[in-house]
């Protein structure tokens, strides 16, 4: 998918939101462990309840990973229920990969071609030739780390570096040079607010993916106020504060509610 | 596994090579695709031919997410059958994994207790909660990106800090204070032999697994003469210039030729 469509289904819904799936066998509803894939019937209430207020869902890979066979499988259904029954919607492969060429190929067939995923979260580190492989795939979009909203963001991201910036913005202005950059998006944590002003002198056409927002604390009207740009420019995620506002017979009916609310406030921003 | 159990083996066998199982269905050799697991048969035929002459091995899971459920399916089955066969063999998950504290301790327990890895590769770039999660598990080792060695380790590894250091020093540095350090390794790539000294001088007592040599191109001797410390310190590995040496019905012998080969290398400095 381009971005053209996430554009218009953004103006359509009157919402940036994204839902995050990530998904604990041990948060779920408990009745939902007797069907056969707990993990997808969860999955698939949430959708369906949300999709009014979405336009974008992101399963994160770790908690289909942690568990094994099943969990992939899970995931494969999952997204293949979002592409079959809501095309339009973005879909994200929350993966944060970081690898060589060769390597991050393979990785990039998995999540864009095989899976059909719209989007791969990937991590900058290892720098251009980690990410172009990503960039190569057309009409997919790369979304790189850029300032996360954790503790540990101010590590290395917050280094100083030797020409005065950090290295954060060394990584937003460096990854506009690559082959495609045009596909790249960024994620950038949504506590940190006093930094969107200068994360959009350096990106000011580019979508944000800004996680943060609920469980994690970070405000959303600060984020509108300060990360949108003339394209929207915003895909603003909630995991746990969505999927899990209930966890009785009417998780769905909590999520959607919940994405509501976040939704009205997105509205007055669009 | 402790890393005293690797140390006995390194002297043991004289090597301190490590195997990266990075199966690609289009190298290996054709009579293999007849087998209902063709990625494990591979791998078993590898293992079994170069257990003598390697320390340990590692699967890339680029290449088995690339494969989806039976991807999956064939890693699960190599870790079961290095654990089963080969328990004294250190086994690495190259998964370069890095994510914020509830989503990274998924990650550890997928790696480490469900398919009972010993140790895991991570990217730096989030920072202390990002790897600490890892660190929590007991006898498991973590395996952080330091100096890769590709081309786009200059991207952002090697840019200058404000206080005179590279970025990959301050990871080094950094990571010393975090919780259970003892347990981190670090990734430190073969091309590079003049930054050794200066890593050294900042771990010196840490493991490094270094890639690149072979299809790479880095030279083997100055790794060992420059990586080395008093506890040995080095796990060098080599992926497809062991297990694609030939893709005809004698392609273990051939990989068991290039380990020995490259063991015998690395028994001068043993």
Redesign the interface.
């Known amino acids: 998918m381009n971005t053209n469509i996430l554009k218009q289904q953004i103006e359509l819904k009157k919402s940036m939101l994204c839902v995050g799936l990530?998904v604990d066998l041990e948060k779920i509803p408990k009745h939902l462990l007797d069907f056969e894939d707990p993990i997808f019937e969860f999955n698939k209430a949430i959708i369906d309840a949300t999709i009014k207020f979405s336009v974008a869902y992101k399963p994160?890979l770790?908690?289909y990973?942690?568990y094994?066979?099943k969990g992939?499988?899970a995931l494969?259904k999952t997204i293949e229920y979002l592409n079959k029954n809501y095309p339009e919607v973005f879909t994200i492969a929350d993966a944060?990969?970081?690898?060589?060429?060769n390597?991050?190929s393979?990785?990039a067939?998995?999540f864009f071609d095989?899976?059909g995923f719209d989007a791969v979260t990937v991590?900058?580190?290892?720098?251009?030739?980690?990410?172009e492989p990503f960039l190569a795939f057309k009409n997919k979009q790369t979304i790189m780390?850029g300032l996360?909203s954790?503790?540990?963001?101010?590590?290395?991201?917050l280094?100083?570096?030797?020409d005065?910036n950090y290295?954060f913005e060394?990584?937003l202005e460096?990854s506009k040079s690559w082959q495609n950059s045009h596909q790249l998006m960024y994620v950038v944590g949504a506590t940190k607010p006093e930094y969107f002003k200068m994360i959009r002198q350096l990106v000011p056409e580019a979508f944000l993916l800004v996680p943060g927002i609920g469980a994690q604390g970070g405000s959303l009207e600060e984020v509108c106020e300060y990360g949108m740009n003339t394209n929207f420019g915003l895909l603003i995620n909630s995991s746990r504060g969505i999927i899990y506002k209930s966890n009785s017979l009417d998780f769905a009916e909590a999520a959607a509610d919940e994405a509501q609310r976040l939704q009205l406030v997105m509205k007055k921003y669009l």
Chains 1, 2 share one sequence.
């Not at 991590?123 to 990410?131: F, I, L, R, T």
């Not at 954790?150 to 991201?157: R, V």
């Open positions: 990530d994160n770790a908690f990973e942690a094994g066979l992939w499988l494969e944060k990969r970081g690898d060589i060429g390597t991050a393979r990785y067939k998995a095989d899976l991590a900058p580190y290892m720098g251009k030739d980690s990410v780390l996360t954790n503790p540990g963001a101010k590590d290395f991201q280094e100083k570096l030797s005065g290295l060394k990584v460096r």
